[in-house]
């Protein structure tokens, strides 16, 4: 009984690591990243603004293939940022699942609301390397 | 013993679960991800490169502040990185971890011997949000 416990006790680590690389936490699975940065109008209002951060966060639930979601805002002491105040880290699986997420109507109806206040934006993809 | 069983795979979920957090791999802990990246100088060598992204990578075993790294060359296909090249995702704990990261003589030393190839850098950091 004494190994049965510590079997079942194993499977669990098992399953439960097994569970963060699918939640898009092991840097060796060669997921994409998405890092996009936005910085709004001058004139965009504190309530745009916040209005265009939940609608982005809410694309996770509106497109399966965004395995992983997370954003905020500058605060880095260096002042390189160029201006970019937000960021946001969008993870794909894999090239198929980008290419679901780019075009998805979803994605684009974000992209419409954020137009109106959109300064500039940036975004560059990488396949993820840990060496 | 059924009930003993159940509890210690509990346990066994939890102490994993926490294992990933310790690791950095939770958003919901707080942690200040540092985005880095370069444009190098169009006489920059492909050995001189792939030098610097070697050199990067070494950090994170003189820092220790450094709870997570990973990065990858630019693939996004929407043509939007500004020239950018190279990101990396750097991650600490904390404000403190992040304060003891930038002056480190380990940093600064990357830093002297990059400058020389660099065309340009952007950094961006966030403390981790979700939703």
Not at 36 to 62: R, S
Not at 107 to 119: A, C, G, N, Q
């Amino acid at each position: 009984m004494k190994r049965l416990i510590i079997t079942m006790l194993l499977l669990g680590f098992t399953a439960t690591l097994g569970g963060c690389q699918m939640a898009g936490h092991n840097p060796h699975t060669g997921k994409i990243r998405h890092v996009v940065m936005f910085k709004f109008k001058d004139d965009a209002t504190a309530e745009q603004v916040a209005a265009i951060e939940k609608h982005f966060a809410q694309l996770k639930h509106d497109i399966p293939e965004i395995v992983d979601y997370e954003w905020g805002t500058n605060n880095s002491p260096e002042g390189l940022a160029d201006g970019f105040t937000h960021c946001f880290l969008v993870t794909f699986n894999n090239d198929a699942g980008r290419a679901i997420y780019l075009p998805h109507p979803a994605h684009k109806d974000f992209v419409t609301h954020l137009k109106p206040i959109l300064d500039k934006v940036m975004v560059i993809d990488y396949t993820v390397k840990t060496e």
